[in-house]
């Protein structure tokens, strides 16, 4: 079996499907491959698809009209998502995709997905659950962007990078990355990864995050997400 049909058929979305249903499934779809750093579709875009990523790391922007990015979300192998434009002819893309890695997705255009969908109620209650999941999701990132301040949005981050027992996290990302993932500019990330490294919570070299007092950190950040202590 290929990494392809093994990610379609352990999914969810299409995991009660009998064996002639799954292979009527894949052959309706298209494997595509894109390099880093490359659109995979663009904001207001009508684009009819829904995928699910086989390999590497897709991403979706919002650009603000002041040219400020934010990364809404990043869907990693086994997950899938789509355009609006797949549920409503007329609704446009809210978000970029990106490739920010090399990637691979495997897609289906609506008029080729639809007929299952139509079909097999399993299979729509899955898909209900998956954009409850993803509602979920982004409820998350309104609510830490609406009420929680930069300085710890910057600390979450932070702590994201690294577990308890392993305090260093690699800068293998820029000030701007680091801005879109949390919601503000490199301005305010870089002013406050100074003010930490000067307060003694983080240290800070040419390569990597080091973190020194994971405690006032956390504080900083706010002790829980989705019920998990930092």
Known sequence: MSKIQSLVSSHPLFASLDEPTLRAV??????????????????????????????????????SSEGRSLLVSTFEPGEIFWGLTFFHEQLRMPVSLEARQACQIYQWRRERLLPFLLNNGRLCWEL??????????????????????????????????????????????????????????????????????DEGLINITRTEYYITDRQRLTRLAGQYKGGQRY
């Open 26 to 63: 894949l052959d309706a779809g298209l494997s595509r491959k894109y390099p880093k750093d490359s659109l995979i579709a663009l904001a207001d875009e009508l684009w009819p698809y829904l995928f699910l990523v086989i390999e590497g790391r897709v991403s979706a922007i919002k650009e």
């Open 128 to 197: 209900s659950c998956q954009m409850v999941n993803l509602m979920l999701r982004a409820s998350n990132i309104v609510e830490g962007l609406a009420f929680q301040p930069v300085a710890g949005r910057v600390a979450r981050f932070l702590l994201e990078q690294t577990s308890p027992d392993q305090n260093i996290s690699p800068r293998h990302l820029t000030l701007d990355e680091i801005a879109a993932h949390i919601g503000t500019t490199r301005e305010m990330v870089c002013r406050y990864l100074h003010s930490f490294s």
